[in-house]
């Protein structure tokens, strides 16, 4: 299939229907005694088959993070041919510009390379086993440039910071393996922060911008026609329309151009869905059954893979993050420290004020209830902790700080981070928390720290269930009276809570370890002239 027949498919592409509606697999329930948490799975674990190797504390230093290689062979599935289309929204008319505008960077370079098959390009999954490997083409070929698409360092929210950091380490890890060297850059994503520990090989593109995308004349396109490799962490949970159609057509549209411009695009582990309107599944169908590679961090949304039939290779991993380097700090002070981390988004009953995410419990009752517990216990401080860093919005945390220090003054604060390995480091100081944000989470999780969810999305119940850690409050399942004394269980009982966050860590040694195998290999498998 040459690149206009592949331009032809695209722009004819538009929606399906399925008469099944898609399930929200998270079954996990909070139990109604002592800590809401989900019950512990017995039998097999779901995911790669992992050995017990590990590398070291997870979240070391940039330069000395060290993965073992393990067999992260994942088994294809088959998917059945596209049937008739119906026209959804007009938003998503802009798939049709993604691959003209494709189109005309390729025919504007002279590069008419043809796109691949999804067959054609599915990765092979040599395991490089006792440290060995394989490599493809020459050892001393120029560096491999790889896009890292919905990356961004210095961001607000410190989530898509730490992917950023953790990612590019782990790549950089892999590509040290076999040999070869790097030139990254963050697609679509602003200017980097003004930091001086940046990498000499790390860039960034320009902020993705629809309006000019049609004419062809993108920075972005431009960038990403230079890529050898595409990595599209889609900011961890944005691949989904549980957050608006605007943000699931960016995503949408940044990976056609990669299709369309015959880029090997692999999405790293990341949640996949949940697509609850049923006209945009088998759009998302259709994207990831062109990708090289699918891989997630949770095993609700490998099985959202399996229940798709998606036919891109694909693996189960771990949240990246994990692997994101700090400091670790003493303990804060005297007495026992409690961190809540306040989300700005729940907070206000999301970006509308509206509760558009649905959830049964009054976060704001319940954020005042736990701090006035936890402030009547004797020797117990309460931190409070922001985790997106702004001035404006619903979905900052720092604005809700000043509103609860003036209704309650005997609240702290840590100090406002300069990014999220700075936020980990100070969190690690910690004795506990209760985290409305999932990378304040799996920041205090892999720093060692005693931690307590408020789930709003299947994302937490996945990656929790798929790390053996069952401690969350299904926020979306249960009322706000029932939570409060849930989570103040939960503080009670920290020091049962530490064995289970040590497993966690152990665990997530070894999917990071088995996500920088495969890296690796996808490395060395790339044709570099």
């Known amino acids: 299939m040459d690149l206009r027949q592949t331009a032809v498919n695209t722009l004819s592409c538009s929606t399906g229907s399925r008469p099944k509606a898609e399930a929200d697999r998270a079954s996990a329930k909070p139990i109604e005694t002592g800590v809401c948490e989900r019950p512990r799975r017995t039998g097999a674990r779901r995911g790669p088959r992992l050995d017990q190797r590990s590398s070291g504390p997870v979240g070391g230093g940039w330069s000395t993070a060290k993965t073992a290689f393990v067999d992260a062979k994942p088994t294809p599935s088959r998917f059945p041919a596209d049937g008739a289309t119906k026209t959804w929204s007009g938003r998503f008319r802009l ?11 390729q025919i504007g370079s002279r590069n008419m390379t043809s ?52 990612n590019f380490l782990l ?12 030139n990254v850059i963050t697609l679509g994503s602003g200017p980097l922060p003004a930091e001086e520990s940046i990498p000499a090989n790390l860039t960034t593109s320009a902020r993705f911008r629809i309006k000019p995308f049609p004419r062809g004349w993108s920075e972005y396109l431009t960038e990403l026609h230079r890529c050898d490799l595409v990595l599209d962490i889609g900011e961890g ?4 329309d549980i957050y608006g159609t605007k943000r699931l057509t960016y995503q949408t549209v940044t990976k056609l151009a990669a299709i369309a411009l015959g880029k090997p695009l692999v999405l790293a582990p990341q949640t996949i869905g949940p697509f609850e309107h049923v006209a945009a599944r088998p759009i998302a169908d259709f994207v990831m059954n062109r990708c090289r590679a699918v891989y997630t961090r949770d095993h609700l949304s490998t099985d959202y893979l399996r229940e798709r039939r998606v036919r891109a290779r694909s693996a189960e991993f771990i949240d ?76 900052c945390d720092t604005t809700v700080i000043p509103e609860l220090q003036a209704r309650y003054p005997a609240l702290r604060t840590l100090p406002r981070f300069a990014n999220a390995s700075d936020a980990k480091s100070h969190i690690s100081g910690l004795d506990f928390i209760i985290a409305g944000r999932m990378h304040a989470c799996i920041a205090a999780l892999s720093a060692g720290v005693p931690t307590l969810a408020i789930s709003y999305s299947r994302k937490f119940n996945g990656l929790f269930d798929s790390l053996g850690y069952p401690h969350y409050i299904n926020g979306k399942s249960i009322d706000t009276d029932r939570a409060i004394i849930c989570a103040l269980g939960a503080v009670d009982r920290a020091d049962d809570l530490k064995a289970d ?8 040694q070894r999917r990071v370890s088995a996500y920088t195998d495969t890296l690796a290999t996808l490395l060395s498998e790339l044709e570099i002239t």
């Open 95 to 105: 798939t049709q510009a993604a691959s003209r505008a494709a189109i005309r960077v």
């Open 320 to 395: 990246v993050a994990f692997a994101l380097p700090h400091t670790p700090m003493p303990r804060i002070g005297d007495g026992f420290n409690v961190g809540i981390n306040v989300s700005g988004l729940l907070y206000r009953g999301g970006y509308t004020g509206r509760n558009e995410l649905g959830m049964t419990l009054d976060y704001a009752a319940l954020t005042h209830g736990l701090i006035k517990g936890l402030l009547a216990r004797k020797n117990t401080n309460v931190y409070l902790v922001a985790h997106v860093i702004g001035d404006t919005g619903n979905d």
């Open 171 to 182: 790549l950089e890890n892999a590509a040290g393996r076999i040999g070869k060297e790097l």
């Open 237 to 240: 949970d944005s691949w989904t």
């Open 115 to 166: 796109v691949s098959s999804s067959n054609s390009t599915e990765l092979g999954y040599g395991v490089l086993g006792n440290g060995s490997s394989y490599v493809r083409g020459s050892m001393n070929s120029r560096p491999i440039r790889v896009g890292l698409a919905w990356h961004c360092l210095g961001h607000p929210n410190l989530g898509v910071d730490a992917l950023t950091r953790a």
């Open 501 to 508: 966050v040590d497993h966690a860590i152990l665990e997530a």
